[in-house]
C-alpha cells in the first residue's frame, strides 16, 4: 500500500528517494559518502525533521566507515568531526543534533572497543534510530487518531507523512491512522510555498494512501475557515521549545492565528525527539533563511525578475497559546502546555 | 519613468500588454476583433479590476466597429448582443459590468443618430473611460498618501498597479504617491499564488517606480506581523459590496485576519466603479472558480500529480469589520464603512 521508503540503510550504503523530483519521478539514489549525505539534507533531496534525524544519523555511519584508522582514540576524534560537519547541514530541525548526539553517546560508550567493532555499533545505530522512528510515529499516530472524526475537513501545511520520517508519518501519520481505523473524512492540502512539499508530496502521499485530498494555495486557508470548511488543522514541527512554542514550516503561524480566530482546533504532531527541552521558548530557536532562488525560479523557470530582493525564511514560530495540543508518541500535551510537556518527557514508556 | 501602458486604443485597435508574460518578456498584442478581447480578459492577459473595465469598453468599443448594418436600431440590438457576450468573460469584478453599462448608455443617448456616428461615439467613450481612469486613480492616490509614513514597511498583495488599471494604479498608486512625494518607505511583495502576480508584476512595478521592495511567500506575512515588521497592509479590490464587504484575491481575507490579530491598519485601495451599491453585503458578490491547471502547472512545469483535486477560488471576501479603511477618488471611508461608503457615493466631485 505504500511501495516507497525515504531513507533506509542497504550494504553500507543508504538509499534514498529524492524528494525533489516527486511527483514527476521516482528516483533513489545511493549514497555512500557522507559528504553526499550532507548535500541531500542541504537541498532537501530528504527532509522533514524525523527524517532529517534518520538521515544523519545514516551519514554519521556513513562517516563512520570511511574513517582509515585502526586507533580507537583517533577514531573517536575524528568521527566527532564527522558529526561536527553534518551537524552543519541545516541549522532548525532539532531532530539532526539528536540524531547527532545519540550516535556520539553510542561511540562513547563503546570507547575501549576496537574500531571494527565501534563501526559495527554506529551502523547499527542508525538503524536503530530508523526502527524506533517508525514505532515512535505509530504510537504517535495511535493517540492523535480519535481527534480525527467521521465528516471531518482537516487541513494540513507542508508534507509530514512517511516521506518525511523514517516511516509512516506524524502528522499525517495521525490522518492514516485515522482512515485504516475507518474515520472517513477528507483534507485540505496547502501547497506550501516555495517548495512546494504539500503539492508535491502531500498530495502524492494522501493519493497512496487512499484518502481524498483537495489542493488549495496557501492563500485560500482563511476563506474555507471562515466558510467553516475547516474542522480542524494539522502539522508537524521542525523544532519545539520546552514551553510549546513550536517552530514549523513558514505558514505554519499563519494557520494557526487563522485557527484561533475562527476557532478552529490546531494540534501538532510530533516525536519527542523534536522537542528541545534545554529551550525555553520559540525566541531562541534559530529560523533558516534560503536562497532567493527558491521563490525566483521553479524548475528552472523564473517567476519573478531575476535581481528580486527576497525573504526566504524557511520556518516560522508559533507561540504556544495557539496550539490547541501537541500530539506525542506518549499521548497529547494538552494546555497548559510547559506542564503537560514536562509530563510526557518524565514519563515511563 | 514608467514606459509602459496595460491598455490603450491605437488607430482602431486596441494595444495590450501581454501580463502573462511579464516579467520575462514585454510582449503588446494588437487586438482588433472583440472576440480577442474577451479571450485576453479570460486568460488574464489584461487582469486587474480597473484594467478589466478599460479592456470591457475598449473590447465593445471594437464589437460596435465590427458590427456591419447601418440600421441603428439593428446596430443598438447587436451592441447589446456584444457587450452580453464581454460580461461573460469573467464574473467577480464588477468594472466589467460598469463600463459595459456605460457604454451601452452611450448607445441609449445617442439613439437617434447614425451608425457610423454611434461608432463614433463609443470608440470615444471607451477612451474616455481610460482617461478617467487615471485621473481616478491620482486623486486616490493623493488621498491614501498621507498614511504612508517615513520608515514604513508596507505590505500589498496581488497587483494594483498601472498594469492592473487604464494608469497609475489603485493600492500601488498610493505608494507611488507617497514615494513621489518624498516619502522613503519599503515594501512586502505577497508572491500571490497561484498566478504570482505579486511575484511577476508587483515586482517588475516597484523596480521601475523605485520603491524598494522585497519578496515573500503569502505563508510569510504572518510572521512578519509578529515580529512588528509591517506597519499596514494595503491591496485593491475586485468588488465591494454596499457595506464594505470586500472581494480580492484569494488570500486577502488571510491577510485582513492577521492584520487584527496583530494590530496592524488594513486598507482597500479602489475607485467608486469598484463598489457594486446594489449588493448589500459581500455574500452575494459571485466568487470565480478558474481552472485546476493554474495550480497543478506552471508555465508548463508540473507542480502536483496530474489528477490532483484542485480548490482554485480567485477571490475571496474580506468582511467591513477587518477594514481599517477604503481609499477612493472622492477620499477615504472609514468606519462605520457603510454610512462612508453612502456618503462619499453621494458627494459631487
Known sequence: MIPY????????KVRLLDQRLLPQEEVYLEIS?????IEAIRTLTIRGAPAIGVAAAMGAALGALELETEDPEEFRQRFADVCREIAQARPTAVNLFWALQRMQAVAEAHAGESVASLKEHLVHEAQVILKEDETINRHLAQHGRPLIKDGYQVLTHCNTGALATGAYGTALGVLRAAWEAGRRFSVWVDETRPLLQGARLTTWELEKIGIPYTLIPDGAAAALMRQQKVNLVIVGADRIAANGDTANKIGTYSLAVLAKFHG??????????????ALPNGNFIPVEERPAEELIRFRGETVAPAETPVLNLAFDITPKELITGIITERGIAWQPLSSSIKYLKDAKD
Open 5 to 12: 521508503c525515504s531513507i533506509c540503510w542497504d550494504d553500507n
Open 33 to 37: 559518502d557522507y559528504r553526499d549525505m
Open 264 to 277: 478552529v482546533p490546531f494540534f501538532v504532531a510530533a516525536p519527542l525527539s523534536t522537542f528541545d527541552f
